[in-house]
Antibody, heavy 119, light 111 residues
């Protein structure tokens, strides 16, 4: 079964760092893009960026470039989303999703990770 | 990059048919595949249509997708509406460099 399992909720203060993870299983990790998607409270889905695990080439939405870092550890088939200095406006659910093929659909999705940032 | 525009909300009665639109702001709607995702409260999104008009095996054939190049719009059609279809629906596409774009989402109410 193809599956993405994300790390648990994080509660942080502004200025702190955090790295959330997305563990993939059930398919060839190296040959499918992994995307990260933000959903702020009560809002829609926003594509943040993606990574191709085979060569770790990343793409970012202009809205998120320089704000987060996407990476992978192929040895443990896990993707990461990392912030070095959180803001209150980063409070949101974050989803990882496997992209089935270039330009194609996202399936499956992880269960989501809530990141809460408050002083 | 282009944007995808959806109606904020639609409502229809059980048993009827609803169509949710997704209009691309620039470039042809046919240039890149369009997907549709259903998201129920408290759950992750799941695909109901991929590659313009393909239905995942777990999705009932009451769901269908199409594109219209004359209006540069993709559409999700749900027939025989059921109360269980009540959810948020998002269209999604990617540009030629595989950067993703989501529509703003449409809240479907079945009443």
């Amino acid at each position: 079964e193809v599956q993405l399992v994300q790390s648990g909720a994080e509660v942080k203060k502004p200025g702190e760092s955090v790295k959330i993870s997305c563990k993939a299983s059930g398919y060839s990790f190296n040959t499918h893009y992994i995307a990260w998607v933000r959903q702020m409270p009560g809002q829609g889905l926003e594509w943040m960026g993606s990574i191709y695990p085979g060569d770790s080439v990343t793409q970012y939405s202009p809205s998120f470039r320089g704000q987060v870092t996407i990476s992978v550890d192929k040895s443990i088939t896990t993707a990461y989303l990392h912030w070095t200095s959180l803001k209150a406006s980063d409070t949101a659910f974050y989803y990882c999703a496997r992209q089935y093929d270039y330009g194609s659909w996202f399936y499956p999705w992880g269960q989501g990770t809530l990141v809460s940032v408050s002083s | 990059n282009f944007m995808l525009t959806q109606p904020h909300s639609v409502s229809e009665s059980p048993g009827r048919t609803v169509i949710i639109s997704c209009t691309r702001s620039s470039g042809s709607i046919a240039s890149n595949y369009v997907q549709w995702y259903q998201q129920r409260p408290g759950s992750s999104p799941t695909a109901v249509i991929f590659e313009d008009n393909q239905t995942p095996s777990w999705v009932p054939d009451r769901f269908s997708g199409s594109i219209d190049t004359s209006s540069n719009t993709a559409s999700l059609t749900i027939s025989g509406l059921m109360t269980d279809d009540e959810a948020d629906y998002y269209c999604q596409s990617s540009d030629d460099d595989n950067r993703g774009v989501f529509g703003g989402g449409t809240k479907l109410t079945v009443l």
